[in-house]
C-alpha cells in the first residue's frame, strides 16, 4: 500500500540553526500538509499546499517557516533560526485529487532543539 | 472559533467491553469528519471519512456515525491490539482541526 516517507526520523539541531524536513508523498496525490505535534498535545495544522503553492496556513506558520517542493516527488518544510519550542514531531500528509479526500500521514520527524 | 472536543481523555477497557468514543465539534463549513488511530511514536493512519449527518461507516470492530453536532466511534468486543490514541479531525473552509483524543486501553 502506497505510504507517505519522512526523513530524517529523527533530527537534533542547535538553537538558532536552520533544519529542513523532507516528505515523500503518496504519488499521484495533489494535496500536501504539514503538521506538528508538541509532546503530549494535539496535532496542529500548519500549512497545505496545492498546486505548487500555499493554499491556507495557520497562524503558527509565520516567517519563520516556508514550504517547498523542489521535484516531482519530495515536499519539504524549512525552519530557519530553531528556537527551544519548536522541539516536536512533525507530520507531512498528502491526499488526492479532492480537497476533501482523506490525508495519509507519514510517521513524523522527531525534532529536537538543543 | 471553530473546536473539536473529545470525550473521554482516556478509557480502559476489558477486552469483549463494548464502549464509545466522543467527538464534538463546532465549525464553519464542514467539509468532512475524519478518525484516526495513532500509535505511540508513529503517524495518524487513517480510519472513516463521514461527510454528511447520518452517515455510518464500518470496519472490523469500529463503527463511526455523524450528527450534526457530534461524531461517535463505537468500539464492538474490542481486542488488546486495538489499544491505541483515537483521534477525531474535522476539514472546514479553513483547516484541518485535530482533537486531543481518546487513549483507549484495552486489557486482556
Known amino acids: 500500500e502506497p505510504e507517505v516517507t519522512q526523513t530524517p526520523s529523527h533530527q537534533v539541531t542547535q538553537m538558532g540553526q536552520e533544519v529542513i524536513l523532507r516528505c515523500v508523498p503518496i504519488s499521484n496525490h495533489l494535496y500536501f500538509y504539514w503538521y506538528r505535534q508538541i509532546l503530549g498535545q494535539k496535532v496542529e495544522f500548519l500549512v497545505s499546499f496545492y498546486n505548487n503553492e500555499i493554499s491556507e496556513k495557520s497562524e503558527i506558520f509565520d516567517d519563520q517557516f516556508s514550504v517547498e517542493r523542489p521535484d516531482g516527488s519530495n515536499f519539504t518544510l524549512k525552519i530557519r533560526s530553531t528556537k527551544l519550542e519548536d522541539s516536536a514531531m512533525y507530520f507531512c500528509?498528502?491526499?488526492?485529487?479532492?480537497?476533501?479526500?482523506?490525508?495519509?500521514f507519514g510517521d513524523g520527524t522527531r525534532l529536537s532543539i538543543l | 472559533e471553530d473546536q473539536v472536543t473529545q470525550s473521554p481523555e482516556a478509557l480502559r477497557l476489558q477486552e469483549g467491553e463494548s464502549s464509545s468514543l466522543n467527538c464534538s465539534y463546532t465549525?464553519?463549513?464542514?467539509?468532512?469528519l475524519f478518525w484516526y488511530r495513532q500509535d505511540p511514536g508513529k503517524g495518524p493512519e487513517f480510519l472513516f471519512t463521514l461527510y454528511s449527518a447520518g452517515e455510518e461507516k464500518e470496519k472490523e470492530r469500529l463503527k463511526a456515525t455523524l450528527t450534526k453536532k457530534e461524531s461517535f466511534l463505537h468500539i464492538t468486543a474490542p481486542k488488546p491490539e486495538d489499544s491505541a490514541t483515537y483521534l477525531c479531525a474535522v476539514l472546514s473552509n479553513n483547516d484541518m482541526r485535530f482533537g486531543a483524543g481518546t487513549r483507549l486501553t484495552v486489557k486482556p
Open positions: 500528509a498528502s491526499s488526492g485529487t479532492v480537497l476533501n479526500q482523506p490525508q495519509h
Open positions: 465549525v464553519s463549513g464542514l467539509r468532512g
